[in-house]
């Protein structure tokens, strides 16, 4: 497991595991974001494709608490943390196979 705590401004993004992304195996990946009250954050994994990103599971709910879970194959894949509306701290932890 891999644990971060970060603050967003309102609009931005921040990408963990770098905006290159990591190697993952085929299984299942689960992130958690716990933002601070008053804050709409989002939480997306995405996957390489080529030369651009798939987003391919999403938290997107008016919330600053968020959960993904999603069963994938190989491949690169990146979190993006979203800061949809409001500017905060939050913490966001994540496993990967």
């Given amino acids: 497991e891999s644990v971060h705590t970060n603050t967003l401004s309102g609009g931005a993004s921040q990408y963990w595991s770098g905006a290159d ?3 993952a195996a085929a299984g299942e990946f689960s992130g958690c974001l716990d933002g601070v009250n008053g804050v709409d954050f989002d ?6 494709n080529g030369s651009s ?3 391919v599971a999403r938290g997107i709910t008016p919330s600053p608490d968020e959960e993904v879970s999603y069963t ?10 979203h800061a ?5 701290a939050y913490t966001f932890g994540y496993e990967a196979p």
Avoid: D
């Fill in 21 to 23: 992304g990591f190697t």
């Fill in 43 to 48: 939480l997306y994994l995405q996957k390489k």
């Fill in 53 to 55: 990103w798939t987003t």
């Fill in 72 to 81: 994938g194959t190989a491949g690169t894949y990146r979190w993006r943390v």
């Fill in 84 to 88: 949809y509306s409001g500017s905060g």
